[in-house]
């Protein structure tokens, strides 16, 4: 009994610096790539093009964007979807995000942002920020997972405790309670040439 109990305190204090770890490995992941994303919008020397170019590269990074997919079309209609229709969607769905994240990069003036220490959920790792500008403040929530092939990845955001994940899944279940993934993909390549 005492070696079960010894074997489980052990236990125990050997995981905590592996969460410890994971904190500090996504911590400055996360810092890494915010703040270079903060130095090419301020970098008054870069084209729009260049630098929309170097953003799109540190987000791809950053982003598990094919998981984001899956879990913005949800159990209910992902796995009915054929193998080139989950490739169509997910390709038109990452164009989406791209341009809604450089669009809202657009608006960018001089803010600053507020870093909070990430926070072990579960498996998972979630990181608070606050973009600041005088007397306004924006809170975004990352929320990251460990991948196999490429470490941490963020797969959904949290913008002033809106999921991006859950309001494009209420969009498209709105589209497709009365349509079909044709009408979907209709409406995704809309957006994209708008």
């Given at each position: 009994m005492?070696?079960?109990?010894?074997?489980?305190?052990?236990l125990i204090?050997?995981?905590q610096?592996?969460?410890?770890?994971?904190?500090?490995?996504v911590?400055?992941f996360?810092?890494?790539?915010?703040?270079g994303?903060?130095?090419l919008l301020?970098?008054k020397?870069?084209?729009?093009e260049?630098?929309?170019?170097?953003?799109?590269?540190?987000?791809?990074e950053?982003f598990?964007?094919?998981?984001?997919?899956?879990l913005?079309?949800?159990?209910?209609?992902?796995p009915g979807?054929s193998k080139?229709d989950?490739?169509r969607?997910?390709?038109?769905f990452?164009?989406?995000l791209?341009?809604?994240?450089?669009e809202k990069?657009?608006?960018y003036?001089?803010?600053?942002i507020v870093y909070?220490?990430p926070v072990?959920?579960?498996?998972?790792?979630?990181?608070m920020?606050e973009?600041?500008?005088?007397?306004s403040?924006i809170?975004?929530l990352y929320?990251?997972?460990?991948s196999?092939?490429k470490?941490?990845?963020v797969?959904?955001l949290?913008?002033e405790?809106?999921s991006?994940?859950?309001?494009?899944?209420s969009?498209?279940?709105e589209?497709?309670?009365?349509?079909?993934?044709n009408?979907l993909?209709?409406k995704l390549e809309?957006?994209?040439?708008?």
């Amino acid at each position: 009994m005492k070696k079960a109990v010894f074997v489980l305190i052990g236990l125990i204090l050997t995981a905590q610096p592996a969460f410890a770890d994971n904190l500090t490995e996504v911590d400055v992941f996360m810092k890494e790539r915010l703040n270079g994303i903060m130095r090419l919008l301020e970098d008054k020397t870069l084209s729009k093009e260049v630098r929309n170019e170097k953003i799109v590269a540190i987000i791809t990074e950053a982003f598990d964007f094919t998981t984001m997919a899956k879990l913005s079309l949800g159990k209910k209609h992902w796995p009915g979807l054929s193998k080139e229709d989950k490739k169509r969607f997910t390709d038109l769905f990452i164009e989406r995000l791209k341009t809604s994240y450089l669009e809202k990069l657009d608006l960018y003036d001089d803010e600053k942002i507020v870093y909070s220490k990430p926070v072990q959920v579960k498996k998972k790792i979630q990181m608070m920020t606050e973009l600041v500008s005088g007397d306004s403040k924006i809170t975004m929530l990352y929320k990251l997972y460990q991948s196999k092939k490429k470490g941490w990845q963020v797969y959904d955001l949290e913008l002033e405790g809106v999921s991006l994940i859950t309001t494009y899944r209420s969009q498209f279940n709105e589209v497709l309670a009365t349509g079909s993934m044709n009408d979907l993909f209709a409406k995704l390549e809309r957006s994209d040439d708008q």
